[in-house]
């Protein structure tokens, strides 16, 4: 009965043969006419990837190099979508070194303060949140490297 | 002037080269033009067959080519059409006896006397295959709703393409409409969405034409054939008529007309 219907309204629900014939033939035509078996192929994405790898991160999940048909001439098309760089969060471990290096930078920074010994910097690069961190940070020791350093 | 040089291939081996090269070629001479055939599947002639001339051969192409005959001794006159001609392939030899350039010689001859010259390639992409196409002026391929069919069809467009000749057209022979409708069959709009080629005639499956190649009188002359009517369409189109592609609905009973009236 549903047979009937779908001959009097011209359904065609699941597709025939038909269809898987147009697109093995179309799949095997774009390797056949560009002499590129499948397998090369998959070996010039790979090593494609590795070279961009080299200079950008991207989206692994959403790559999609494929051939197309213009006619019948073949061409590469690559989507790959790049990371952003504020999509990438930091790990623990490079927070920690983050950490570090600020620390680090902060304590020369005021190096330098002591150096320049100029009257009006001083105020201007010494503003009262970095020694709040700096006693954050590590309780005791930060002040006492402070005055050691220097001398 | 001269003849139009038309080459009929297919790489594939039994879509129907033969068959079309007759059909074609007899539909032509009935619209009143000079047309002559050459076979060149040498070492496996049947054009001569297809088209009921088997018991009137002399000498063959191989003949001409090496000498022991002129060219038209090797004509075959079709008794029942008067403005068609033979020249039937070698069948002890092999496609090595022949060389594109003596296609090219032959047909030169053949040009003033005549509007058509209709090559029957061998299946293929070698040797034979050369000889068929160096002197095409255009091509005819030929093709079955088929993968491997439409594949070698293909691989054909591509070697006319390196050659740069024409594109040539499309014939979709042995298509079953029945089976196209119920999705498993190819349709000619795939085939041509495929191969991005013009077509030129869909010659629809047809239980006339084994009986037509059993009694050597070519189907397209057959009047209840829609195989014999798609050929004589084809030989129009070849002469610049605008003849619309057959609608191979079969029976457009009832329910169909009442289908169509839904779809609009």
Redesign the interface.
């Known amino acids: 009965m549903t047979n009937f219907f779908d001959?009097?309204?011209?359904k065609?629900n699941k597709?025939?043969?038909?269809?898987t014939?147009?697109s093995?033939?179309?799949f095997?035509?774009v390797h056949?006419?560009i002499n590129l078996p499948p397998e090369r192929m998959a070996e010039m994405k790979a090593e494609i990837l590795q070279v961009i790898a080299k200079y950008v991160s991207y989206d692994h999940d959403m790559v999609d190099i494929s051939l197309e048909q213009r006619?019948?001439s073949s061409a590469l098309v690559a989507d790959i979508p790049f990371q952003k760089a504020k999509d990438v969060l930091p790990s623990d471990a490079d927070y920690d070194a983050d950490l570090e290096a600020w620390e680090q930078a902060k304590t020369k920074q005021t190096q330098n303060t002591f150096a320049d010994d100029g009257d009006t910097p001083k105020e201007m690069v010494e503003p009262s949140f970095i020694e709040d961190d700096a006693l954050n940070a590590e309780t005791d020791e930060p002040p006492t490297e402070d005055d050691n350093d220097p001398v | 002037m001269g003849a139009r040089v038309i080459t009929v291939t297919s790489g594939k081996g039994g879509v129907g080269k033969t068959t079309t090269t007759a059909n074609i070629s007899v539909a032509l001479s009935r619209l009143d033009q000079r047309v002559v055939m050459l076979d060149a599947d040498i070492g496996l002639r049947n054009l001569d067959v297809v088209t009921g001339l088997e018991n009137r051969i002399v000498y063959d192409i191989v003949d001409v080519v090496e000498g022991r005959c002129n060219l038209k001794q090797a004509l075959i006159k079709h008794k029942q059409f008067p403005s068609l001609y033979l020249i039937p392939a070698a069948q002890t030899r092999d496609k090595t006896a022949i060389s594109p350039a003596d296609m090219l010689d032959i047909v030169a001859k053949l040009k003033p006397e005549f509007d058509f010259i209709i090559i029957d390639s061998p299946a293929g992409i070698e040797r034979g295959f050369r000889n068929a196409v160096a002197p095409a002026d255009e091509v005819i391929i030929v093709t079955n709703p088929?993968?491997s069919a439409?594949?070698d069809a293909?691989?054909i467009?591509?070697l006319l393409?390196a050659e740069n000749k024409e594109p040539g057209k499309l014939i979709i022979n042995r298509l079953k409409p029945d089976?196209?409708k119920?999705?498993?069959?190819?349709?000619a709009d795939?085939i041509t969405?495929?191969?991005?080629l013009d077509i030129i005639g869909i010659v629809p499956e047809d239980e006339f034409v084994i009986p037509a190649s059993n009694s050597g009188v070519p189907v397209t002359l057959n009047e209840d054939s829609k195989a014999g009517l798609a050929f004589q369409n084809i030989a129009r189109r070849l002469l610049g008529q605008n003849v619309p592609l057959m609608d191979l609905e079969q029976q457009p009973g009832f329910?169909r007309r009442?289908?169509k009236l839904?779809?609009g």
Do not use: C, W, Y
């Open positions: 001959r009097m309204f011209g065609n597709p025939g043969t038909g269809a014939a147009k093995r033939l179309e095997v035509l056949d006419r006619d019948r | 088929e993968v439409v594949r293909d691989r467009i591509g393409e089976m196209v119920k999705g498993e069959m190819l349709s795939d969405d495929i191969l991005a329910f009442l289908v839904f779809n």
